[in-house]
């Protein structure tokens, strides 16, 4: 079958997080056998799949949508004899499956996260008899032996599943809902998949997880998260090892001192705090406090100074008053971001903070996030600002858009133009940082003469 002219053309638009991410390129990788290649198109695709969030409530409308544009398109190719398949797969999907098939009668197929593997056979059945639902059963086990065994990775990095699911149960969240409980992987098929990764040519791998630092190996391995990183960091031509997302909880002392001791381990770390106000904080049961937040921030750089900090904050939480949102201003202030994601509170339904007293304005909302967001923009444009004038191993991961271009990641997770020859691609080159934007840096190749990798 010729990679450019596939049987069947598959669309996946893909919703939220890095996980879903990893699961979208898996169902690609486990339909591919089926005569199915990737359009960026849905118009006129055979199977379109909606990989879904259902973290806020604009994301879950955002599918719906979706789902009336996909319609459309699915009866313009029945019209012209053809065929389209519509499959919702994600976390909404598992949390809203029969409202799903009740509002779109066009989707033909729900799939929990836990069943990506067995898309063929649902698919198949689908096409038999419209209206199937599959809820996940959480044994994913199962299905990441099903997919590792069909990965194609198409590039130089690559995100890597190590942990699913989340015991944390914090009040706004549905990951533990639609997820299920804290599950880690063996380290044993981690380090397998990330033997494979590395001989097809993948020099940095992200560990993923609902929370990666809760992981531990089923088969025994001490160590846990920090055991892991160590363990693949011996992995030949494995050069770069990253990890997301994480909860100040799991931050053990075995993994703060790795920062520090294993050099493929990136200077990046993102530790989500949520808010700066210990009534907030003890609101969501996040189980810990902005004072504690901070010390752990300090061990943390003591570890390694030069390392980047992001975050993920939550502005307008049920009963937050300006103090408590001064509070949260106060904390970014004290701990300094390199990046950051920052939310207006969104209500979940079955959520426990969704039935909570003192929901906030959405104009309140909506100011306090202005006011946050102004204040992590500059951090960061001042974090990115530092490196001008620094030589940075940049490993180069693509073109860019002007000829002569190459486009690759500092170690703290920047994206870094750059002119360099095509032939540098997946290696890991010096670059003296010149201009430094809010998104991106850019800077010449520091090497001289004869280009050589770093």
């Known amino acids: 079958m010729s990679e450019t002219a596939p049987l069947k053309r598959l669309y996946i638009k893909t919703y939220g997080c890095q996980m879903n991410v990893y699961d979208s390129e898996r169902m690609a990788d486990v339909l591919a056998p089926l005569g199915y290649g990737v359009t960026d198109d849905p118009e006129g695709a055979d199977l379109v799949v909606l990989n879904t969030c259902h973290i806020r409530e604009k994301a879950t409308e955002k599918v719906y949508s979706e789902l009336g544009q996909i319609k459309r398109l699915k009866q313009e190719k029945a019209s012209a004899g053809g065929q389209m398949t519509i499959a919702v797969a994600g976390c909404v999907a598992q949390a809203e499956g029969e409202e799903i098939m009740r509002r779109q009668p066009a989707v033909d197929l729900v799939v929990g996260p836990q069943a990506y593997h ?55 969240c549905v990951v533990p809902y639609t997820r299920g409980g804290e599950w880690s992987r063996p380290a044993s098929a981690i ?16 560990l993923l997880g609902q929370n990666v630092n809760a992981y531990a190996d089923p088969e025994g ?19 770069r090892i990253r990890y997301t997302t ?50 752990l921030i300090e061990r943390i750089r003591a570890a390694r100074p030069d390392i980047a900090i992001s975050g993920d904050f939550i502005v307008g939480f049920p009963g937050e008053r300006d103090a408590d949102f001064e509070a949260t201003l106060q904390l970014v202030r004290e701990v300094g971001y390199a990046s950051a994601f920052s939310f207006k509170y ?29 204040l992590l923009e500059e951090q960061q444009r001042a974090f990115n600002a530092a490196q001008s004038g620094r030589e ?25 133009h750059a002119e360099a020859p095509d032939r540098l691609l997946g290696q890991i080159v010096t670059v003296k940082i010149g201009d430094a934007g809010r998104n991106s840096l850019a800077g010449v190749l520091a090497t001289t003469g004869e280009l050589e990798p770093v």
């Open 392 to 416: 940075l191993p940049i490993l180069f991961e693509k073109k860019g858009r002007h000829p002569g271009q190459l486009i690759g990641r500092s170690p703290y997770l920047q994206a870094v």
């Open 191 to 206: 380090e397998a998949e990330a033997r494979a990764l590395a001989e097809k040519g993948v020099r940095e791998v992200t």
């Open 118 to 172: 067995q898309l063929p056979e649902l698919i198949a059945r689908a096409h038999r008899a419209r209206g199937e639902r599959l809820a996940a059963d959480f044994a994913p086990d199962e299905k990441f032996d099903a997919l590792t065994t069909a990965r194609r990775p198409t590039g130089v990095t690559a995100f890597l599943t190590v942990q699913e699911g989340c015991d944390k149960f914090c009040t706004f």
């Open 246 to 295: 994480s909860h100040p909880r799991d931050m053990d002392d075995a993994l703060i001192a790795a920062h520090g001791e294993v050099e493929a381990l990136m200077p990046y770390l993102h530790l989500p705090v949520q808010a700066g106000s210990d009534k907030v904080l003890k609101a969501m049961n996040r189980a810990h406090t902005a004072e504690s937040y901070v010390r």
């Open 221 to 239: 391995a001490e160590g846990g998260l920090a055991g892991l990183v160590k363990r693949l960091a011996r992995i030949e031509g494995l050069d």
């Open 346 to 374: 969104s209500r979940r339904p079955g959520t426990p903070a969704a039935a909570m007293a003192g929901q906030v304005a959405e104009e309140v909302k909506d100011e306090r996030l202005a006011r946050l967001q102004a």
